[in-house]
């Protein structure tokens, strides 16, 4: 039977538990080996505020899954120029695993609503599977509306916990001067506090 492998890939600007629950349930649910968490180095789809350093990102998820011997951190979009396309990280995971690896990706299924606008999408559905995290109580209607018959053949739907947190609304507390506490790793709120991440003033 061929490993499984999880990536999850997103801005994580900052990380929090809502990924990390995330990538738990789909890691268990599937029958992964591990789930690597990949930070985007140039996100392609433009952001509405200033996205911290790729740098920064990139430690914030380390801290935040070093307690978990099955996830890991990749730093292959950080170090490859360009836009963070999802098909090339695939492919560079394909490449690294080969064949006998089945790889999945892990992302909202608000993203894979969109996937039809991503780079390459047939050619990402080719490579990889697709798990779609949602809520209990989702209508999977709008899924099959948005992608074709092959992409959903590939995409899979889980639920997961009820965690409603989200970066942007952490980026908030922390400019408003609320607690992070137990929204996201202690090692992350203090990296956040030690660098002064996301104070407006």
């Avoid at 180095?41 to 998820?61: D, L, N």
């Avoid at 894979?112 to 995290?133: G, I």
């Amino acid at each position: 039977m061929a490993r499984a492998i999880g990536i999850m890939g997103g801005t994580f600007d900052p990380i929090h538990y809502g990924h990390l629950v995330a990538a738990e349930e789909a890691r268990v649910r599937f029958g992964m080996e591990r789930v690597i968490f990949v930070p985007n180095g140039h996100p392609p789809h433009k952001k509405g505020y200033a996205v911290t350093s790729a740098e920064q990102r990139y430690e914030m998820v380390v801290l935040a899954t070093a307690s978990n011997p099955y996830f890991e951190t990749s730093r292959v979009e950080i170090d490859r120029s360009g836009p963070s396309y999802s098909v090339d990280t695939v492919r560079a995971f394909d490449e690294r695993f080969g064949t006998e690896t089945k790889l999945y990706l892990i992302t909202g299924v608000d993203a894979v609503l969109e996937l039809r606008t991503w780079h390459e999408p047939e050619e990402l559905v080719r490579r990889c599977e697709l798990v779609a995290v949602t809520r209990p109580g989702y209508d999977p209607g709008c899924l099959r509306a948005a992608l074709s018959p092959e992409m959903l053949a590939r995409t899979h739907l889980l639920d997961m916990p009820r965690v409603d947190i989200s970066s942007t609304e952490l980026r908030e507390r922390v400019a408003a001067g609320k607690p992070l506490r137990y929204l996201t790793a202690e090692a992350v709120v203090g990296y956040i506090q030690e660098r002064g991440l996301y104070r407006t003033e």
